[in-house]
Nanobody, 122 residues
Framework: QVQLVESGGGLVQAGGSLRLSCAAS????????MGWFRQVPGKEREFVAR????????YYADSVKGRFTISRDNAENTVYLQMNSLKPEDTAVYYC???????????????WGQGTQVTVSS
């Protein structure tokens, strides 16, 4: 089992920044890939970014490329999502998730956090 807990969400003005954290515990060695997803009420959960915990390779959705950065602190079992130049359309609940393969497909992630709300005001 892997437990994931997100934090760092909040309210920010357009153009501002937030850093989300995802603290992992349990059998963290069993999952090498961590992803961030987001969901707006009434819409499907969408991929934001993913990271290889061992190799450090990253991949981003086009909508956030150049503005968001995913990183990790393996010693702390924590993955971060630095979000800069935020836009109102970034408003969503953000979830971190763990997978055994490098993918942007939601269905391949089998451990999820509870989510943290990000609200960007215009």
């Amino acid at each position: 089992q892997v437990q994931l807990v997100e934090s760092g969400g909040g309210l920010v003005q357009a153009g501002g920044s937030l850093r989300l954290s995802c603290a992992a515990s349990g059998r963290t060695f069993s999952r090498d890939y961590m992803g961030w997803f987001r969901q707006v009420p009434g819409k499907e959960r969408e991929f934001v970014a993913r990271l290889s915990l061992s190799g450090g390779s990253t991949y981003y959705a086009d909508s956030v490329k150049g503005r968001f950065t995913i990183s990790r602190d393996n010693a702390e079992n924590t993955v971060y999502l630095q979000m800069n130049s935020l836009k109102p359309e970034d408003t969503a609940v953000y979830y971190c998730a763990a997978s055994t393969i490098p993918t942007a497909t939601l269905g391949w992630y089998d451990y999820w956090g509870q989510g943290t709300q990000v609200t960007v005001s215009s």
